[in-house]
C-alpha cells in the first residue's frame, strides 16, 4: 500500500510513457515523465475492465483518493457504473434551468413547436397548463412516480374527456424521454402505465351511408326552420363534404362564384407547419346546388368577411357546435350523424353507388395521396375530374331528397 511519502516522491522513469504505483483495490497513482500525477481507479463491470480518474495528486491526497474509491466501489455494488453515473451528474449541472416537470416540459415544448402548425402548438401547451402543470409542474421530474402521473391523468378521465387523457400521456411521454436526453432522471416512467387508462380506440365520426336515410336527412335539413347561417353551413356540408373547421371558418374572398370555386388557404387546411406555410391552396369545385346555396346567403352575410359569422362577434365564424346542435335538434346525435362524417358518407357513397375514381375522391378530401411511384399527386392534376365528380355527387343529393 501507498504512504503519503511514496506519492510524494513518486517519479518517472523518461523511458516509460508512464508509471504506475498500486494501492488497494483496485486504487493506484499514476505518474507521467513530466512529473503529473494522477488517481485511478481501476474496476470491472458487466464483464468489461474500466477505470475512474479520481482527480490530481497533490489537490487530492491519498485519503481523499481512498474514500473517493469507496465511493465508486459502493456504486457498482448496486449496479450502477460510477463513471457513466459521474457523466449524468455532470449533464444535471450543465442545465442551469431547473429538473421539475414544468422547466423541462417547457424546454421540450420551446425545443418542438417551430415544427408545428400554431393550432397544435396552442392545443399543446393549454393541455400542459390545464391538465398537467397544476399537480406535477413544480415537482422534480426524477421525484415523480408513476402512480403520481397516473392520479394527475385520471382526473382528466373523470370529466368524461378519455381521449384528452390519452394525449396527456402522450405529452408525458415526451417530456420524460427528454429528461432522460438531457440528464434530468434516469428513466421513462409512462411506460409503466401502459394498459393503465381507459382504452382510447381514436375518433369515429358516425356518418350514414345508406341511400334512403342519408334521403330522409337532407329532406330534415330541407325543412330545417333554425337560423339561416346555420341552415346554409347544413346545406353545403354534405354537398362540399370539408372539415367542419374549414367549412365554418370559409371567408368570402375565398369564394368565387362566377368560376363557381371556393380556394381554401394552406394555412387553414390540416396540415403540418411546413404544408400550412409553403403547400399549395385546397381546391373545392362548386356545384350549381352549392353555388345557389351561397347566392342565397350573400345577401346575409356578404358584406363581411366571414360567410358564416357568429351571432356575437362577426368577425368571427360560427362555432362547431352550432351545427351539431341542429342535427340534434333534428334527431340526428353523434351517434347517427356527425357534421365531420359527411366526409365518410361522400368518401362511402362516391365509390360504391357512383363509381368514382377513388383517387379523385381522396384529392377532394384533400388527403395525402400517391401515385404508383409512391410520388404525391399534384393536387391540380385531378381537377376537371373532380368538378364533374362534385356535380354528380350533387344531382345524386338532389335524387336522395326527392325520394
Known amino acids: 500500500m501507498l504512504t503519503d511519502a511514496h506519492c510524494k516522491n513518486a517519479r518517472c522513469s523518461p523511458t516509460l510513457k508512464r508509471d504506475r504505483l498500486s494501492d488497494s483495490g483496485g486504487l493506484y497513482l499514476e505518474v507521467s515523465p513530466a512529473g503529473s500525477k494522477r488517481w485511478f481507479w481501476k474496476y470491472r463491470i458487466n464483464g468489461k475492465e474500466g477505470r475512474m480518474a479520481l482527480g490530481s495528486y497533490p489537490s487530492v491526497g491519498l485519503t481523499a483518493a481512498r474514500k473517493a474509491r469507496d465511493a465508486a466501489k459502493l456504486q457498482k455494488a448496486e449496479g450502477v457504473d460510477p463513471v457513466k453515473a459521474r457523466k449524468v451528474e455532470r449533464l444535471k449541472a450543465s442545465n442551469p434551468a431547473g ?28 393541455q400542459f397548463e390545464r391538465d398537467l402543470f397544476p399537480w406535477l409542474g413544480e415537482r422534480r421530474l426524477a421525484d415523480i412516480e408513476p402512480v403520481e402521473l397516473l392520479a394527475t391523468l385520471r382526473k382528466v378521465e373523470e370529466r ?57 336527412l337532407l329532406r330534415a335539413i330541407q325543412a330545417y326552420r333554425g337560423g339561416p347561417i346555420v ?26 362564384l362566377e368560376a363557381a370555386m371556393w380556394t381554401i388557404p394552406a394555412a387553414r387546411m390540416k396540415r403540418g407547419k411546413e404544408g400550412k ?46 351545427v351539431r346542435t ?44 400517391k401515385d404508383a411511384n409512391g410520388r404525391a399527386y399534384n393536387r391540380t392534376q385531378y381537377l376537371p375530374h373532380r368538378v364533374k365528380m362534385m356535380q354528380r355527387w350533387a344531382d345524386y343529393l338532389d335524387q336522395l331528397c326527392v325520394g
Open 99 to 126: 429538473d421539475t416537470f414544468k422547466v423541462v416540459a417547457l424546454e421540450w415544448y420551446e425545443r418542438q413547436k417551430g415544427q408545428w402548425s400554431e393550432g397544435h402548438a396552442e392545443r399543446s401547451l393549454r
Open 160 to 216: 368524461g374527456a378519455v381521449e384528452t387523457a390519452d394525449r396527456g400521456l402522450m405529452l408525458a411521454r415526451q417530456v420524460w424521454r427528454y429528461g432522460v436526453a438531457t440528464g434530468r432522471v434516469g428513466r421513462d416512467i409512462t411506460a409503466d402505465l401502459k394498459g393503465a387508462l381507459s382504452p382510447y380506440r381514436g375518433r369515429h365520426f358516425a356518418a350514414i351511408t345508406d341511400p334512403e336515410k342519408l334521403g330522409e
Open 231 to 256: 341552415r346554409a353551413a347544413l346545406q353545403l356540408a354534405p354537398l362540399l363534404f370539408q372539415r367542419p373547421g374549414e367549412l365554418r371558418g370559409a371567408a368570402w374572398a375565398e369564394i368565387d
Open 277 to 322: 406555410e409553403h403547400g399549395a391552396p385546397h381546391l373545392v369545385p362548386l356545384s350549381r346546388q352549392a353555388v345557389a346555396v351561397l347566392r342565397d346567403l350573400q345577401p346575409l352575410t356578404g358584406r363581411g368577411v366571414m360567410v358564416f359569422p357568429g351571432e356575437r362577434n362577426h368577425a368571427r365564424p360560427i362555432s362547431e357546435n352550432s
Open 326 to 369: 341542429a342535427l340534434i335538434s333534428m334527431g340526428y346525435t353523434a351517434e347517427i350523424q356527425t357534421w365531420h362524417g359527411f366526409r365518410a358518407t361522400a368518401r362511402t357513397m362516391l365509390a360504391e353507388r357512383l363509381d368514382c375514381d377513388p383517387l379523385v375522391i381522396e384529392a377532394q378530401l384533400a388527403h395525402s395521396v
